[in-house]
């Protein structure tokens, strides 16, 4: 309630205004002649701050972030994406979206959590309201850390499938029918026209016994399973003994779990929680390594790739564009959708990871250097990828779309079989996978520590047991995510992803930049900025422009996906029965869910009537202050007109302990 303390004053929960001018402190009256913030209030926060940790140094926050938005989809996510939607087009569109909603969204999370010294759930501080917003972020990187570390898992299967004497992916089983040991270019269907066929040299059976007795009679026509194209032995490797994809997601189908996948799924487990054991404090040491070791290895391959013959034509595949495509909404959606996955915007953990930086730290440079490595991890991935797969294609006189593969096929089908050709192939698979192994490592440290600390900040006396609740975290996801590692748990990751991350994510970023941008309000966000690190950056007009539209922006792309939604698919081309498509979207329910519950019960529990509930609920507290010991901090409040923001934008600020 606020209180009268002086002509023009009013102390609103610890926010001091005098009507709509917000001046220095002292021009009136000292601070020490001001009434103080509520004690009580004050003495529960001091207590929440006890041992919460901090990075040792600042190239452990850098590493950190970096590791959290290059990960396993830089890979193949990024390279794949790219070249199914135009190639260069693709890139257009995703440069476009990293400049106006990317950047500026990491910028403001790294903000938030900086300003605040809380995480995903404490920075809401700043609009109660919307702390449910900072729930349903801790839901999606709980479902992203289940499902990522069965990926994770599939890595270390291949790190020490890689060190026998012949690669298992480069040998045909006899069980696997119409297997081919490496692929070639295949031939065309026969047509039983003479001077066709001949030309042809050989050609398929079509399965017409018409045809293919009359091309017999002149030209080698040769079965190669025409109903449609040979697997190669790499393929059936992942799908038939790694993961032994089921015919569907049915009961009967799912089976159960492959004993080599829980094992190694156990032992990605283990090596995250000792990890983040201490918290950053742990993690941020692990970082050194598993954030630099990728670039090293991705180099190299890079190196290697541009030295086969025919790597050129990858190249120009991957960078050469087809300008209609910008043209094409899907193409702009599918580059939001890996601009979020890559950045990790919306997660939670930019939030987390910036809530452990020192105040004054600043914020700016890392913003864009850490985006900016993103792009550059994923344009080299995608060089890495299109050289060896423009070699491999020339090696077998193929097109590249007929070595590259969608999705795991990226990672764990084509360019495995790739690295078969290289000279000791199994020292390039050992050093390919255990890259990847790291890559998702990092990653899989962001997600963890992000639910982690929402726990912590919630509940402050957790932090005691900082390590038991690591142990019985990545227990609880263990046994959790058992179902996915049987034959069906292909199908259950696509679901997990699509619903519980893909999809819920760009619900979460529009109601995040609305929360921020249109309701705290981008004038008070940039005050907190400005007071922060102690200046008013020229660029600031940008940032308020991209944070105000951002919400815009990313609503049409929902709606745009909400009206064209297309269910996942099997290989097959038939969609999810109704039931798993269910269960998909009671996980998005689930994960979304938090966001209107938490704003309809603190409307409910605020007193007053309609518009002061509304108010009440959107108005800062006294818990948001800076993250530098102070116990008040002027900031505008509702009501101040334009000339006044106009003001009061460069007003010095004055607080008091």
């Known amino acids: 309630m606020a209180v009268k303390i002086g002509p023009g004053w009013c102390d609103c929960g610890g926010l001091y205004e005098k009507g709509n001018v917000y001046s220095n402190r002292n021009d009136e009256r000292s601070a020490e002649s001001l009434p103080q913030p509520n004690t009580t209030a004050d003495h529960e926060d001091d207590e929440e701050e006890i041992d919460r940790g901090q990075w040792g140094n600042k190239v452990e926050f850098i590493l950190s972030c970096i590791g959290l938005s290059v990960g396993l989809g830089n890979v193949w996510r990024f390279p794949y994406l790219a070249y199914k939607n135009g190639g260069a087009a693709f890139v257009i569109a995703y440069l476009i979206l990293q400049i106006v909603i990317g950047k500026p969204m990491y910028f403001m999370e790294l903000v938030m959590g900086q300003f605040s010294g809380r995480g995903p759930t404490g920075v809401w501080a700043m609009n109660p309201a919307a702390k449910g917003i900072g729930m349903s972020m801790a839901l999606i990187s709980l479902d992203v850390a289940i499902y990522y570390n069965v990926i994770m898992a599939y890595t270390l299967y291949y790190f020490f499938a890689s060190m026998q004497t012949t690669l298992p992916w480069t040998e045909c089983?006899?069980?696997?029918?119409?297997?081919?040991?490496?692929?070639?270019?295949?031939?065309?269907?026969?047509?039983?026209?003479?001077?066709?066929?001949?030309?042809?040299?050989?050609?398929?059976?079509?399965?017409?016994?018409?045809?293919?007795?009359?091309?017999?009679?002149?030209?080698?026509?040769?079965?190669?399973?025409?109903?449609?194209?040979?697997?190669?032995?790499?393929?059936?490797?992942?799908?038939?003994?790694?993961?032994?994809?089921?015919?569907?997601?049915?009961?009967?189908?799912?089976?159960?779990?492959?004993?080599?996948?829980?094992?190694?799924?156990?032992?990605?487990?283990?090596?995250?929680?000792?990890?983040?054991?201490?918290?950053?404090?742990?993690?941020?040491?692990?970082?050194?390594?598993?954030?630099?070791?990728?670039?090293?290895?991705?180099?190299?391959?890079?190196?290697?790739?541009?030295?086969?013959?025919?790597?050129?034509?990858?190249?120009?595949?991957?960078?050469?564009?087809?300008?209609?495509?910008?043209?094409?909404?899907?193409?702009?959606?599918?580059?939001?959708?890996?601009?979020?996955?890559?950045?990790?915007?919306?997660?939670?953990?930019?939030?987390?990871?910036?809530?452990?930086?020192?105040?004054?730290?600043?914020?700016?440079?890392?913003?864009?250097?850490?985006?900016?490595?993103?792009?550059?991890?994923?344009?080299?991935?995608?060089?890495?990828?299109?050289?060896?797969?423009?070699?491999?294609?020339?090696?077998?006189?193929?097109?590249?779309?007929?070595?590259?593969?969608?999705?795991?096929?990226?990672?764990?089908?084509?360019?495995?079989?790739?690295?078969?050709?290289?000279?000791?192939?199994?020292?390039?698979?050992?050093?390919?996978?255990?890259?990847?192994?790291?890559?998702?490592?990092?990653?899989?440290?962001?997600?963890?520590?992000?639910?982690?600390?929402?726990?912590?900040?919630?509940?402050?006396?957790?932090?005691?047991?900082?390590?038991?609740?690591?142990?019985?975290?990545?227990?609880?996801?263990?046994?959790?995510?058992?179902?996915?590692?049987?034959?069906?748990?292909?199908?259950?990751?696509?679901?997990?992803?699509?619903?519980?991350?893909?999809?819920?994510?760009?619900?979460?970023?529009?109601?995040?930049?609305?929360?921020?941008?249109?309701?705290?309000?981008?004038?008070?966000?940039?005050?907190?900025?400005?007071?922060?690190?102690?200046?008013?950056?020229?660029?600031?007009?940008?940032?308020?422009?991209?944070?105000?539209?951002?919400?815009?922006?990313?609503?049409l792309l929902f709606l745009y996906r909400m009206i064209n939604y297309k269910s996942p698919k099997y290989p097959s081309g038939d969609p999810y029965p109704e039931y798993a498509q269910g269960l998909g979207w009671t996980l998005a329910a689930v994960v979304l869910c938090p966001v209107p519950i938490y704003f309809l019960y603190a409307f409910f529990t605020a007193e007053g009537g309609f518009l002061t509930k509304l108010k009440t609920i959107t108005t800062p507290t006294s818990r948001w202050r800076p993250n530098d010991g102070s116990k008040a901090y002027m900031i505008p409040q509702n009501g101040m007109n334009m000339e006044n923001m106009k003001t009061g934008i460069d007003a010095p600020y004055i607080v008091s302990d």
């Open 173 to 555: 089983k006899p069980e696997w029918i119409d297997c081919i040991a490496k692929r070639f270019k295949f031939p065309e269907y026969c047509t039983g026209n003479e001077t066709f066929d001949l030309d042809l040299g050989e050609c398929r059976c079509t399965g017409n016994s018409s045809i293919d007795l009359v091309a017999e009679t002149y030209t080698n026509c040769t079965q190669l399973n025409f109903t449609g194209k040979p697997k190669s032995a790499a393929e059936f490797f992942f799908y038939e003994e790694v993961i032994q994809r089921s015919a569907g997601l049915e009961p009967e189908n799912l089976g159960y779990p492959l004993w080599w996948l829980v094992l190694c799924m156990l032992l990605s487990w283990v090596v995250v929680v000792l990890c983040l054991i201490k918290g950053v404090k742990s993690s941020g040491k692990v970082v050194y390594f598993t954030a630099t070791f990728p670039y090293v290895i991705l180099i190299i391959l890079l190196i290697r790739g541009a030295l086969l013959d025919g790597a050129i034509d990858g190249v120009i595949y991957f960078i050469v564009p087809v300008w209609e495509k910008l043209l094409d909404l899907d193409v702009w959606v599918a580059a939001a959708g890996q601009m979020f996955f890559s950045l990790s915007v919306s997660f939670g953990g930019i939030i987390m990871f910036g809530s452990y930086n020192k105040f004054k730290n600043n914020v700016y440079a890392d913003a864009l250097l850490i985006s900016v490595m993103d792009v550059i991890t994923s344009i080299i991935a995608g060089f890495v990828i299109f050289t060896t797969f423009g070699g491999m294609a020339r090696s077998i006189g193929a097109e590249i779309d007929e070595v590259a593969e969608v999705g795991y096929g990226l990672a764990f089908v084509a360019y495995p079989e790739a690295l078969s050709n290289f000279p000791i192939p199994q020292l390039w698979s050992v050093l390919f996978f255990f890259m990847l192994f790291t890559l998702g490592l990092d990653s899989e440290f962001g997600l963890m520590e992000t639910v982690l600390t929402c726990i912590q900040d919630e509940f402050p006396k957790t932090r005691k047991y900082k390590g038991l609740m690591c142990v019985g975290l990545g227990l609880f996801c263990f046994a959790i995510a058992l179902p996915v590692t049987c034959p069906g748990g292909d199908y259950i990751v696509t679901l997990m992803d699509h619903y519980g991350a893909d999809f819920s994510v760009l619900f979460i970023a529009a109601c995040e930049a609305v929360a921020v941008a249109w309701v705290y309000g981008v004038l008070r966000f940039w005050r907190d900025i400005n007071y922060m690190l102690g200046y008013k950056s020229i660029t600031w007009p940008f940032w308020a422009v991209c944070w105000v539209s951002i919400p815009i922006l990313i609503g």
